[in-house]
């Protein structure tokens, strides 16, 4: 079902005339009432009267993380903070979180987002969501919670964690739509599947919105197949919003992204210059109606493209692909770039392995060493090694003929590898450490 049709199926040049309208507005009240950007506007030349519509957006400055972290933790805010009613912070794991408020207004534009996607996964009021992205800080929880609402399905809000229980609740109270990592479905299929009590005959889960980090389509179908449902890609960020800035619809062919809120670009991330239409490259974000923090061209660091061709859905809300990576968890490994995703797809076209894997890169004698720890299911795991070669050897030639180069494929025994209850941790890159 399409939620809000007159936005997401909006002629094109209607669409470019809201968002020039939007943008106009927007770049007013970022010069008039934030510092930060009358300053950047003004180094660069720029007054808001020299943005006329959104054609104009490329003489607007950039927005990066760097510029985030150093207004720690309310410099981008416009607006009082009697009108702030929420205030969310990214992970951040390195340095100082990025801390992103919300207006009463903002938080019905989020929630609206969230519910465009779930509609199109074909959730309903009929619905029981049960939200497994952790509550807190971190926008998954809140996030899917409050899109879930603004349908009028039922909340189930487990949060992440307590797996046992979470499958417990899932079946008793027939949770029909999760809400989660995909990381952590995997680690729910597994778990459903090596309970002696529960089986998937007694669930009744249709659907999956599972995003917050990349996957690839080879662990959507794995997650597919073993959870018995249809996996939705939901995409978002915090800088921008939450999740819900976009997502996929029924014909799972692209992430719409709700335009009439957010403005996508795509550019080079060297020349910083877009790139034509259908061309990789890193997402860039423009808020067209955030009240409490609006942002000009955010880069995102996340690598996609866009396409703007009507989908088969009725939907005229452009399409990214799904995000194949982002630019800081790229790898250099002996000259080449590998992206982790690459190794996933991998793993999941062998249905002898489990779509987990772990990452360590080093530098050993002036030349980098690329190990890759794997698990093999349970039912083909063999020793001694020599026995799993013919497991292996098929993968080694798969990751070489993708990746272009030669890694060291290291099976560690079942239930070994780290299983994810949010975000997973895929690399350890000791040549940072080096020196
Ligand atoms: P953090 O930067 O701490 O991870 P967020 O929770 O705001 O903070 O995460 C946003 C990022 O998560 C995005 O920029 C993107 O890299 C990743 N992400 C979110 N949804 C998806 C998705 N569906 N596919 C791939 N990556 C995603
Ligand atoms: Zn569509």
Redesign the pocket.
């Known amino acids: 079902m399409i939620f809000n049709p007159e936005y997401e199926c909006m002629e094109r040049d209607k669409m470019r005339e809201l968002q020039s309208r939007r943008l106009v507005e927007t770049v007013k009240t970022c010069y008039e009432k934030s510092p930060f950007y009358r300053k950047k506007m003004d180094e660069i030349g720029v007054k808001p009267e020299d943005i006329k519509s959104i054609d104009d957006i490329h003489k607007l400055p950039f927005t990066t993380k760097i510029d985030l972290r150093d207004e720690y933790p309310f410099g981008l805010q416009v607006v009082p903070q009697s009108e702030v009613v929420r205030i969310h912070a990214?992970?951040?794991t390195t340095g100082k979180p990025?801390v992103a408020t919300y207006t009463k207004h903002d938080l019905d534009v989020w929630s609206e987002g969230v519910a465009r996607v779930m509609s199109a996964g074909g959730v309903t009021k009929d619905d029981i969501v049960q939200v497994s992205y952790g509550y807190g800080l971190?926008?998954?929880g809140l996030g899917a919670h409050d899109g879930a609402l603004k349908i009028g399905a039922t909340q189930l809000p487990t949060s992440s964690g307590n797996t046992k229980k979470q499958i417990m609740l899932m079946k008793d109270f027939g949770t029909t739509a999760l809400c989660c990592t995909p990381s952590y479905a995997m680690h729910i299929a597994e778990a459903i599947e090596s309970s002696h009590t529960l089986s998937l005959d007694d669930m009744k889960l249709k659907v999956g919105f599972f995003?917050?980090?990349?996957?690839s389509n080879g662990m959507r179908k794995t997650i597919e197949k073993r959870l018995r449902l249809k996996a939705i890609?939901?995409?978002?960020?915090?800088?921008i919003s939450g999740?819900g800035v976009g997502g996929e619809c029924e014909c799972q062919d692209g992430i719409h992204i709700w335009e009439d809120f957010f403005y996508p670009e795509i550019i080079n991330p060297e020349t910083l210059q877009p790139v034509p239409e259908g061309e990789f490259g890193e997402l860039v974000f423009t808020t067209l109606c955030k009240e409490a923090m609006p942002i000009l061209r955010y880069r995102?660091?996340?690598l996609t493209r866009i396409r703007y061709e009507k989908c088969k859905c009725g939907r005229t809300a452009a399409r990214i692909d799904?995000?194949f990576g982002?630019s800081d968890d790229m790898l250099i490994i002996r000259g080449v770039n590998v992206f982790p995703s690459q190794i996933e797809t991998c793993l999941t076209e062998f249905p002898a392995f489990q779509p987990y894997y772990f990452i360590t890169v080093d530098r050993i004698n002036h030349e980098d060493s690329f190990e890759i720890k794997v698990e093999l299911r349970p039912e083909f795991y063999v020793t001694p090694p020599e026995k799993q070669l013919v497991y292996v050897n098929p993968l080694y030639k798969r990751i070489v003929s993708v990746t272009g180069i030669k890694p060291s494929i290291k099976v560690v025994p079942p239930m070994t590898l780290e299983r994810s209850e949010g975000?997973a941790k895929h690399v350890l890159d000791m040549r940072k450490y080096d020196d």
């Open positions: 990214s992970s951040g990025v971190f926008t998954g995003g917050a980090e990349p996957w890609d939901i995409y978002g960020l915090t800088e999740p995102t660091r996340d799904r995000i982002r975000k």
